[in-house]
C-alpha cells in the first residue's frame, strides 16, 4: 500500500492506495510536467483551469493510446 503527499496548484493533501509509492511519485512527477506546460499558456490563468486542461490532455493521450491498440 503507497501513500503519496501531494503539493501542486496551491493545495496538498495525502492520499493512500493499493499502489507502490514509488510508482505513485512517478504519477506525480508525470502530472506535474503536464500542469507545468499548461501553465505557460497565456490564456490559462487560474489552477482550476490549469488542472482541467491537463486532465483533458491526460484523457486524450489515454484515448489514442486505447484507440490504437483496438485499432492493431
Do not use: A, P, R, W
Not at 489514442?64 to 483496438?70: A, D, G, I
Amino acid at each position: 500500500m503507497g501513500k503519496l503527499h501531494i503539493e501542486i496548484l496551491g493545495t496538498s493533501f495525502t492520499i493512500q492506495t493499493n499502489e507502490d509509492s514509488e510508482y505513485l511519485e512517478k504519477l506525480l512527477g508525470y502530472y506535474k510536467k503536464i500542469t507545468n506546460d499548461v501553465s505557460k499558456i497565456n490564456s490559462i490563468n487560474s489552477s482550476l483551469q490549469v488542472s482541467i486542461l491537463s486532465g483533458l490532455m491526460i484523457c486524450d493521450e489515454l484515448y489514442k493510446e486505447k484507440t490504437n491498440k483496438l485499432n492493431n
